[in-house]
Antibody
Framework: QVQLVESGGGVVRPGRSLKLSCAAS????????MHWVRQAPGEGLEWVSL????????HYADSVKGRFTISRDNSQNTLFLHMNSLRVEDTAVYYC???????????WGQGTLVTVSS | DVVMTQSPLSLPVTLGQPASISCRSS???????????LNWFQQRPGQSPRRLIY???NRDSGVPDRFSGSGSGTDFTLKISRVEADDVGIYYC?????????FGPGTKLEIK
């Protein structure tokens, strides 16, 4: 059974940093591209970032480019999102999602809530 | 970026009746390999999204056959043949053909 478990969310002041983790089990993690997707309270889904299975390719939404960094540790089956210079508008539930084949997310985690507030 | 639109945004349905959600993309979603990477996700209240349909019409394992997807190019539809109470939630279409992946605004299905 595939499990993606996010952690690291919390309340943080604007301008500060936070690091999210996503621990994967039940899948061949190193075969999957991984994504972060977020959902602001009461809002829809917004893709945030992608890292290829081998960590060579990384892409970011314009809204987080230059502030967020995605990384992974295939030896530990873990995905990360380093978030710097956080803004109030970054407040959201952050989901990690796994992509094995082109064009879709096969699995989602349960999400971790990040609240940016003064 | 590809803009995804959905209609309706709110969908009250009587139990046992059919439901239909339309999704349109601002560009063709046919990829260079001939596939169309249009997905449908269901998000039940308080839960994370779950994929129902991938590549327009392929149902995921465990998804009831009451759910079906169709369409091509820029116009797509998710149909539920007979709505059950368990179907309450928000339905999102998402394109995975052109980077970045983009979602529709969601359609909230509720029981009338």
């Amino acid at each position: 059974q595939v499990q993606l478990v996010e952690s690291g969310g919390g309340v943080v002041r604007p301008g500060r940093s936070l690091k999210l983790s996503c621990a994967a089990s039940g899948l061949a993690f190193s075969n999957y591209a991984m994504h972060w997707v977020r959902q602001a309270p009461g809002e829809g889904l917004e893709w945030v970032s992608l890292i290829s299975y081998d960590a060579i390719n990384r892409h970011y939404a314009d809204s987080v480019k230059g502030r967020f960094t995605i990384s992974r540790d295939n030896s530990q089956n873990t995905l990360f999102l380093h978030m710097n210079s956080l803004r109030v508008e970054d407040t959201a539930v952050y989901y990690c999602a796994a992509q094995e084949y082109l064009g879709s997310f096969d699995y989602w985690g349960q999400g971790t809530l990040v609240t940016v507030s003064s | 970026d590809v803009v995804m639109t959905q209609s309706p945004l709110s969908l009250p349905v009587t139990l046992g009746q059919p439901a239909s959600i339309s999704c349109r993309s601002s560009q063709s979603l046919v990829y260079s390999d001939g596939n169309t990477y249009l997905n449908w996700f269901q998000q039940r209240p308080g839960q994370s999204p779950r994929r129902l349909i991938y590549k327009v019409s392929n149902r995921d394992s465990g998804v009831p056959d009451r759910f079906s997807g169709s369409g091509s190019g820029t116009d797509f539809t998710l149909k539920i043949s007979r709505v059950e109470a368990d179907d309450v939630g928000i339905y999102y279409c998402m394109q995975g053909t052109l980077g970045p992946f983009t979602f529709g605004p969601g359609t909230k299905l509720e029981i009338k």
